[in-house]
C-alpha cells in the first residue's frame, strides 16, 4: 500500500472508532434518562389508584412500566385520575375484592385485562 491509502485507512479506522465510541455514549445516555422517566412515572402512578389495582391484580409495577409502551401507560394513568367511579374502586380495593373478570366499573378494565393476559402468556412461555 502507498502512503496516501494508509493515511486514508488510519482516517477512516479513526472516524469508524469516534463513531462506536460516541453512539455507544449515546445509548447509554439514552438508558439512563428512560431510567429516570419511568421512576418519575412510577412515583406519578402510586399517586393514582391504578398503582393499588395492579397490586391487587397481581401485576408488577416495576416490570408493567418497563413492558408496557409510555403512550398506553399515560392513557391507563388519564382513565385513572379522570374516573367517576373513585368510591365504588375505593371500596373494591380496600376490601381486596378485585377479581379481573369483574372490574367493569375500572376506566382500564379493557387494558387491564390484556395486561393479565399478556402475563399469563408470558409466564406459560417461561416454564
Not at 482516517?11 to 472508532?17: K, T, Y
Not at 460516541?22 to 429516570?36: E, T
Request: glycine share 6%; net charge neutral.
Amino acid at each position: 500500500m502507498n502512503i496516501p491509502s494508509l493515511i486514508i485507512a488510519g482516517a477512516l479506522g479513526l472516524m469508524l472508532a469516534a463513531f462506536s465510541l460516541l453512539l455507544f455514549a449515546a445509548i447509554v445516555f439514552n438508558l439512563n434518562i428512560g431510567k429516570r422517566y419511568r421512576r418519575r412515572l412510577a412515583r406519578e402512578m402510586e399517586r393514582l389508584r391504578l398503582a393499588k389495582m395492579l397490586a391487587a391484580l397481581g401485576v408488577d409495577t416495576s416490570a408493567w412500566l418497563h413492558s408496557e409502551r409510555i403512550v398506553d401507560i399515560h392513557n391507563q394513568m388519564t382513565r385513572c385520575a379522570e374516573c367517576a367511579q373513585t368510591a365504588e374502586c375505593d371500596n373494591r380495593l380496600a376490601s381486596g375484592d378485585v377479581d379481573p373478570g369483574q372490574i367493569g366499573f375500572c376506566d382500564n378494565e379493557q387494558s387491564l385485562k390484556e395486561l393479565l393476559e399478556k402475563q399469563k402468556h408470558t409466564a406459560s412461555a417461561e416454564r
